[in-house]
């Protein structure tokens, strides 16, 4: 008997502790699922593909049989595009056109009343390509490459900012081309950016590219031992817009010393050495602007 009992208050107790899943979210939640007069919550609109939206929301109102969604473009009227029943939280709709969107959810009471609105952020078809990156084609021209773009554009436009120049231009392509070469006015940092161009003549926002630096080393530094008191130091790949090439050696611990600096087309040079000692040589080219490029450095040979 009094096992019996016990089990009974157990039973009796688990019954106390269970809470429903709606009772769990009316608890947790921020929303008032008891309050009809709250917009739907957490409403949200993407270009799904090139030719639909999904509007997608989280809640709607205890008691509401359905919600209806809205649209506007380009700052006209509002229209119903789509409507859903009982928890529906989503809507596909088409694309009629290019254009800015605006997308707002209300619930449906039972008296075929409307709540309040949630909205959507504004949405445009333009927008920018789903990549863009840029690559080195030779020392004067990047490779500039992007993404898939949607029905609406016409055009692509590239941009090109040297430096702290502002962004210029440099190419205009058909939609379905991918690639824009573009040439370089000389050494310095670059970036690049990519938009698109709808139908109706509108520029959408830009996806950018990382920045490249064109002031680099020459590409190949060698240095061969010609004989017990010459080595013969040779290079190639220096910049279009180096107008000489400086050739340094460093014996042992001690600093490097110029020993020639010859014209941008010169590509070896012989350099006396003086005695036994362990050598290295760089090669530096002097850019058109009187700067100098970054170096390239041999290994060391050892002479005895």
């Not at 502002?166 to 040439?183: I, T, Y």
């Not at 670059?190 to 698109?196: D, G, M, N, P």
Request: charge should be neutral.
């Amino acid at each position: 008997m009094k096992t019996t009992l016990a089990l009974l208050a157990l039973m009796l107790l688990g019954a106390g502790c269970y809470s429903s899943p709606v009772a769990d979210f009316e608890r947790d939640s921020p929303y008032d699922l008891g309050n009809p007069n709250l917009p739907p919550t957490d409403v949200k609109a993407v270009v799904y593909n090139e030719d639909r939206f999904l509007i997608s929301w989280t809640h709607i109102a205890q008691g509401a049989i359905g919600a209806v969604v809205e649209q506007q473009i380009n700052d006209g009227p509002f229209t119903k595009v789509g409507e859903v029943s009982n928890f529906g939280t989503f809507v596909f709709t088409t694309i009629p056109a290019p254009g800015r969107y605006v997308f707002r959810v209300a619930a449906e009471r039972a008296d075929h009343s409307f709540g309040p609105y949630g909205y959507a952020d504004t949405l445009s078809t333009n927008t920018p390509p789903t990549f863009v990156a840029a690559t080195v084609i030779d020392a004067a021209t990047f490779g500039v490459s992007w993404g898939t773009t949607n029905k609406w554009v016409s055009t692509v436009i590239v941009e090109m900012k040297r430096d702290n120049q502002p962004f210029v231009e440099v190419a205009q392509v058909e939609r379905n081309v991918r690639f824009a070469p573009v040439s370089l006015p000389g050494p310095g940092s670059y970036t690049f950016r990519v938009a698109s161009q709808s139908t109706d003549g509108l520029r959408g926002p830009y996806r950018y590219t990382g920045t490249f630096t064109t002031v680099f080393p020459p590409l190949t530094v060698a240095a061969t031992q010609l004989d017990n008191a010459t080595f013969g130091v040779s290079w190639s790949g220096v910049l279009p817009w180096t107008s000489a090439v400086r050739v340094e050696r460093k014996r042992d611990n001690e600093p490097f010393v110029l020993v020639g600096e010859v014209e941008v087309g010169v590509r070896f040079l012989p350099v006396p050495i003086s005695g036994p000692g362990s050598y290295t040589f760089r090669v530096t080219p002097r850019l058109t602007d009187g700067s100098l490029g970054p170096p390239s450095t041999t290994g060391t040979f050892t002479v005895r």
